[in-house]
């Protein structure tokens, strides 16, 4: 609660006590106006709660986006202003508001939420307060059972997701015919080589996901597929092979979000590594529409966990 508030209602509690005390008394005692404190009195609301039909967002927006602003500075990602800006856009957008938000609106936001704050964030190296430490690993396996209990999601509705890349063209060392007088010959490698990406998912109890499979290239060829035996899983490419935020966001609608039942609860809990493709607002926008609980390993761990 905003701190004139907390004192206007101190006073107000004080006079309502049974205590003989002067208002003039009791507004020098708690610092406030005495006009304040009559209009109070007198049934006026408070500023903020009197002008709250003129807000953009909603009381229940801002309590939605507060928790979010929470959730993330729990995993050591506190959001920037530009990026607090932006999910609220996004919330704007389901109201049909598509206004840009007005130069002071962040300050007129910390104003209404006294839960959060702007603060100075100093950027210090990641592996001097997440490496994968004994402490470290012990308070994320701790938030995990929490997150899990607390949703009511068993295992089989607990998901990892990661990626992996392989070079074509690379293969291991096999037999080769050469000159007999060596123990070994070495084999030339393509120095330009093509890279594909592979995302993939599992739950708790070993059920697999779709796989996605990446090439490099704008357009998927018929060529790259000349068996009848392909895996049935999904295909795109990207300009290098790597994921996309555009990528992450068609893993998420069109192989997690139907392959996957949610519990009794409607929650999910998934899994995954702070990659940029895993963090866009749209991504976690998806995700929360669709009660999935997004939990980041700590960097420098993920082999470990």
């Known amino acids: 609660m ?11 509690a004080e ?16 610092g406030i106006p005495r006009s304040s404190l009559q209009a109070r009195v007198r049934g006026h609301n408070p500023h903020a709660v009197a002008h709250s039909h003129q807000q953009r967002l909603t009381p229940e927006q801002e309590e939605f986006l507060v928790q979010w602003i929470l959730d993330e500075d729990s995993r050591a990602q506190p959001p920037s202003h530009p990026r607090v800006r932006e999910m609220a856009t996004r919330i704007l957008r389901m109201n049909g508001d598509t206004r840009p938000l007005g130069k002071l609106w962040i300050p007129h936001f910390l104003a209404r939420n006294s839960r959060v704050a702007s603060i100075v964030g100093r950027k210090i190296e990641s592996a001097r307060t997440t490496a994968a430490n004994y402490n470290t690993i012990r308070e994320w396996l701790e938030l995990f059972e929490r997150t899990r209990v607390m949703l009511g999601i068993p295992y089989e509705n607990v998901w990892n997701f990661d990626e992996t890349g392989v070079a074509l063209g690379v293969c291991t060392n096999q037999q080769v015919i050469a000159d007999a007088r060596k123990k070994k010959a070495y084999k030339k490698s393509p120095e330009s080589r093509e890279w594909v990406s592979v995302l993939e998912c599992v739950n708790a109890v070993g059920k697999k996901l779709q796989c996605l499979v990446i090439f490099t290239g704008k357009n998927l060829q018929s060529t790259w ?7 049935d899983w ?17 893993w998420l609608r069109r192989i997690f979000i139907p392959q996957t039942s949610p519990s009794a609860s409607g929650h999910r809990l998934l899994i995954l590594d702070g990659h940029g493709s895993h963090t866009p607002i749209d991504f976690m926008w998806e995700a929360r529409e669709n009660k999935i609980h997004l939990l980041y390993l700590p960097a420098h761990a993920s082999h470990l966990l």
Request: charged share 20%; hydrophobic share 35%; glycine share 6%.
């Open 2 to 12: 905003d701190p004139r508030e907390v004192a206007i209602q101190s006073a107000i």
């Open 15 to 30: 006079l309502n006590s049974g205590v003989r005390i002067s208002q003039r008394a009791v507004c020098k005692k708690w």
């Open 225 to 231: 597929f000349p068996s009848i035996n392909t895996p």
């Open 234 to 250: 999904l295909y795109t490419t990207s300009e290098n092979g790597w994921t996309s935020n555009a990528i992450g966001i068609e």
